[in-house]
């Protein structure tokens, strides 16, 4: 069984920055891919950011937030993080973490491509 629980979340101003954590156990994750997805009030679920594995690898970002957003991780920890910098109103969201097998390409955007999901964090920006 794997456990993903994301925290971090919170009302920022826009410009502002936050860093969201996704905590996992439950599993050996080195060959794990990880993913961010956030799901705005009324729209789907979308792709944020992915690394494809947790032991390292490349990084995939979305168009909406490249250069803004960071994804990282620590080891000791099993902890994996979301650096949000410039935050715009559009970033409102609830924000998951997932995990699944190691991807490539455009596998690693699909929802499909992950098995276990967080509870979510809310992130609220504010014009």
């Known amino acids: 069984q794997v456990q993903l629980v994301e925290s971090g979340g919170g009302l920022v101003q826009a410009g502002g920055s936050l860093r969201l954590s996704c905590a996992a156990s439950g599993r050996t994750f080195s060959s794990y891919a990880m993913g961010w997805f956030r799901q705005a009030p009324g729209k789907e679920r979308e792709f944020v950011g992915a690394i494809i594995r947790w032991n390292g690898g490349r990084t995939y970002y979305a168009d909406s937030v490249k250069g803004r957003f960071t994804i990282s991780r620590d080891n000791a920890k099993n902890t994996l993080y979301l650096q949000m910098n410039s935050l715009k109103p559009e970033d409102t969201a609830v924000y998951y973490c997932?995990?699944?097998?190691?991807?490539?390409?455009?596998?690693?955007?699909?929802?499909?491509?992950?098995?276990?999901w967080g509870q979510g964090t809310q992130v609220t920006v504010s014009s």
């Open positions: 997932a995990a699944g097998d190691s991807c490539s390409g455009a596998v690693c955007y699909a929802l499909s491509s992950y098995g276990y």
